[in-house]
């Protein structure tokens, strides 16, 4: 069985943007402005690596003789001219570690932008699914709608003759009134629907997107999963989520170096020259510059850096733990739905379409009384919708068991 969204009268006057799930993922990744920021995210942090890299500016320092009697007075005897280079030398790999970080901070954000796209698309393809669902509700509704309304029409011109009474023509019209609240009901579900879908793939119009499903339902009823112990693995080994949890740890063990290598002193050296303020004129000689680190040498923050260590260590367990219950659950619901749905379903829904036309030729014909068909009616309308309930409800467990293992373990198109 095919699953095929049939849009209403009045949305169907409207454009109509009619699109697969991969062709409304292709325009999803092209357009979506949440994805563009987490990109520029990601350039942001690869831009830190190089700044971490480059070596600290050298500083010049002079000194000038402005006034000495006479301003700015220069000659063979008068006159004093300073000037020193430093450059700062930092020691024990300082550059190297906090290009490590910025690396880290890097792969972090990569992992980040592979989380929010897993999610948008799940939900792209959630509201693509969700909007298939009901329009096929929708299409239901409004053949029960096109089939009472002529027999509205046709029990009026009876009324008139006198053949049926007023009660029972106005229980039929109040029978139609209520198929088409339920219409309208199931239109104004599917308008935050629709404006998801248009946000989510940035269209700048309010064309009506018409999900075109090519699931076959009766695959998915049948449809084999690995074993669990397998599905975690492949959940753990493809998750983003999971990714940054133990990048989150890498970057602290190497913040942890990084900080102590922040406790060894850095260098400064430079050659400097003096005019004639030193005890021999054109002094040149070479500074050197050391901090001793006699009460700073760091340790709040390396303490601190260990302590993020166990708490990253923690997280990514806590992380695992997680994502294994998630995978258990969701292939719990997949496969008690997988019994819930079964092939009996797609023939019984077939002979109770045959049956509810049956019935209605029943009715024209005076076989059967007004209550028992609108109790009919109404019992059709409701298993009718219990059971699309059902299809559509195997396929988002079949997409979410894909979600949270980040596989296409059973591809819904």
Avoid: C
Avoid at 24 to 29: D, G, M, T, V
Avoid at 164 to 169: R, Y
Avoid at 178 to 190: A, K, P, T, V
Avoid at 311 to 332: F, H, P
Wanted: no cysteine; charged share 20%.
């Amino acid at each position: 069985m095919t699953v095929f969204l049939h849009t209403a009268s009045a949305q169907a006057q409207r454009d109509t943007l009619r699109l697969s799930i991969p062709e409304a993922e292709k325009i999803f990744l092209q357009h979506n402005l949440q994805l563009l920021a987490a990109q520029y995210n990601i350039d942001a942090n690869k831009a830190l690596i190089q700044q971490a890299k480059l070596w600290d500016n050298p500083i010049l320092v002079t000194d000038q003789n402005i006034y000495d009697g006479e301003f700015f007075r220069h000659n063979s005897e008068y006159g004093q001219v300073f000037v020193q280079v430093q450059q700062l030398i930092k020691t024990a790999g300082k550059r190297s570690k906090l290009a490590q970080l910025a690396t880290d901070n890097t792969a972090i954000a990569t992992a980040q932008f592979d989380d929010v796209l897993r999610s948008l698309r799940f939900t792209l393809r959630n509201d693509m699914i969700e909007a298939a669902h009901l329009g096929n509700i929708s299409k239901l509704f409004q053949d029960e709608i096109a089939e009472v309304g002529k027999l509205v029409e046709g029990m009026d011109q009876v009324y008139h003759l006198g053949n049926i009474s007023l009660k029972d023509n106005m229980r039929l019209k109040a029978l139609l009134f209520s198929l088409q609240n339920d219409l309208i009901n199931i239109r104004s579900q599917l308008i935050p629907v629709q404006a998801e879908i248009r946000l989510l793939l940035q269209t700048q119009d309010s064309s009506y997107i018409q999900p075109q499903l090519s699931t076959n339902y009766s695959q998915l009823i049948n449809a084999g999963i690995p074993a669990l112990d397998s599905l975690v693995a492949d959940a753990l080994r493809n998750r983003p989520d999971e990714r940054i949890a133990a990048l989150n740890k890498d970057l602290q063990v190497h913040n942890l170096s990084y900080q102590k290598a922040l406790a060894k002193p850095d260098l400064t050296v430079g050659p400097e020259y003096d005019q004639r303020n030193s005890y021999v004129p054109n002094y040149v000689g070479l500074t050197v510059s050391l901090p001793l680190n006699l009460f700073n040498r760091n340790q709040g923050n390396i303490r601190a850096a260990q302590s993020n260590i166990q708490v990253s260590q923690t997280q990514l367990l806590q992380e695992n733990d997680r994502i294994s219950n998630e995978v258990k659950a969701t292939m719990d619901k997949f496969r008690f739905m997988q019994t819930v749905n079964n092939k009996d379903q797609a023939a019984f829904t077939a002979q109770y379409d045959t049956l509810f036309q049956n019935m209605l030729k029943s009715y024209q014909a005076r076989q059967i009384n007004l209550l028992d068909f609108t109790d009919f009616l109404d019992a059709y309308k409701e298993t009718r919708i219990k059971l699309t309930e059902q299809q559509i409800n195997l396929m988002k467990a079949a997409d979410e068991l894909n979600f949270v293992t980040n596989d296409n373990i059973l591809p819904i198109q």
